[in-house]
């Protein structure tokens, strides 16, 4: 079945600095979903790519999908402590396939 | 609208009992997932929905069942509880399987 893989498992990164997620699919995805989640909290979608080779930007916040619609990462520019949180990749193979299968998520901590 | 609407917010069962945890959603939307989350873990797949009378089973189906009986509610049963479905559970809902999925507060859900 579809795996999708996520790197770093953790990230502590000091305010100000930048970070970086990063997802793989084990297969081609129709679309590719960004989710956060705060502590204690629940997945909050943040943003879909459908396009191959698909940049979006949200403030600092920058979303790419690879050209083979496999993979695609998260940049976050100059982090604050409000970054803090879980962010997870999510997709559905292409075809006819139904299943939104999310990432294992990378836990971003921010040091004031 | 009140979106994703779980109950309960919390439950302790012991090993063997049975429980329901309900989950209704308001937007009319066709698609709907129910998930697990173990600590410090990403979000699994139990069962999934694309619209009333239909269900279908995810990356970790068993010790659970579904229904979906109307589009609003989509219900998660667990027989004889274990020790192993200790965790957050999460229902989620969606236009279709290209739209954002909206999620729920979750159930924490502790089995002694």
């Known amino acids: 079945g579809q795996q999708v893989m996520q790197i770093p498992q953790y990230q502590h990164v000091q305010e100000g600095e930048d970070f970086t997620t990063y997802c793989n699919s084990s297969?081609?995805?129709?679309?590719i979903q960004w989710y956060k989640q705060r502590p204690g909290g629940h997945p909050v979608f943040l943003i879909q790519?459908?396009?191959?080779?698909e940049v979006k930007k949200q403030k600092r916040l920058t979303f790419q999908f690879g050209e083979a619609k496999k993979n695609s990462s998260l940049h976050i520019t100059a982090t604050q402590t409000t970054d803090v949180g879980t962010y997870f990749c999510a997709g559905i193979s292409s075809g006819s396939a139904r299943q939104l299968t999310f990432g294992s998520g990378t836990q971003l901590t921010v040091l004031p | 609208n009140a979106g994703v609407t779980q109950t309960p917010k919390f439950r302790i069962l012991k090993i063997g009992q049975s429980m329901t945890l309900q989950c209704a959603q308001d937007?009319?939307?066709?698609?709907m997932y129910w998930y697990r989350q173990d600590p410090g873990m990403g979000l699994k797949l139990i069962y999934y929905?694309?619209?009333?009378?239909?269900?279908d089973k995810g990356e970790v189906p068993n010790g659970y069942n579904v229904s979906r009986s109307t589009t609003e509610d989509f219900p998660l049963r667990l027989e004889l509880a274990a020790p192993s479905q200790t965790s957050v559970y999460f229902c989620?809902?969606?236009?279709?399987?290209?739209?954002?999925?909206?999620f729920g507060q979750g159930t924490r859900l502790t089995v002694v």
């Open positions: 297969t081609t995805l129709s679309n």
């Open positions: 929905s694309v619209g009333a009378g239909i269900t």
């Open positions: 989620a809902s969606g236009g279709n399987k290209n739209t954002e999925a909206f």
């Open positions: 790519l459908v396009k191959s080779g």
């Open positions: 937007m009319n939307h066709n698609y």
